[in-house]
Nanobody, 127 residues
């Protein structure tokens, strides 16, 4: 049974930092590209960052560039999202996801590109 379990969310003041973790089990982690998404109340789930299978490349939305970093450790079946300079608009439930499609029409930035999902971890940024 495949499981993705996020942790590290919480309440932080504007300008603060959080590090999210996601531990995967039940799958060969190195065979999956992975991503972080987030969903704020009343909004659609949106792409935040993704990491290629080997963990050697990362991609971010414009809102995260320069503030967020992401990494993937295949030896530990773990992925991370380091978020710095947090803003109130970063408040959302953050999800990790894993996929293995051979191609994507959305550059692997759509929820439909991912098959496995974590349960989410809440991030709240106060102003």
């Amino acid at each position: 049974q495949v499981q993705l379990v996020e942790s590290g969310g919480g309440l932080v003041q504007s300008g603060g930092s959080l590090r999210l973790s996601c531990v995967a089990s039940g799958l060969t982690f190195s065979m999956y590209y992975v991503a972080w998404f987030r969903q704020a109340p009343g909004k659609e789930r949106e792409f935040v960052a993704r990491i290629n299978k080997s963990g050697s490349r990362t991609y971010f939305t414009d809102s995260g560039k320069g503030r967020f970093t992401a990494s993937k450790d295949n030896s530990k079946n773990t992925m991370f999202l380091q978020m710095n300079s947090l803003k109130p608009e970063d408040t959302a439930v953050y999800y990790c996801a894993a996929g293995s499609r051979p191609y994507s029409t959305t550059d692997f930035a759509a929820p439909s590109d991912y098959f496995y999902w974590g349960q989410g971890t809440q991030v709240a940024v106060s102003s």
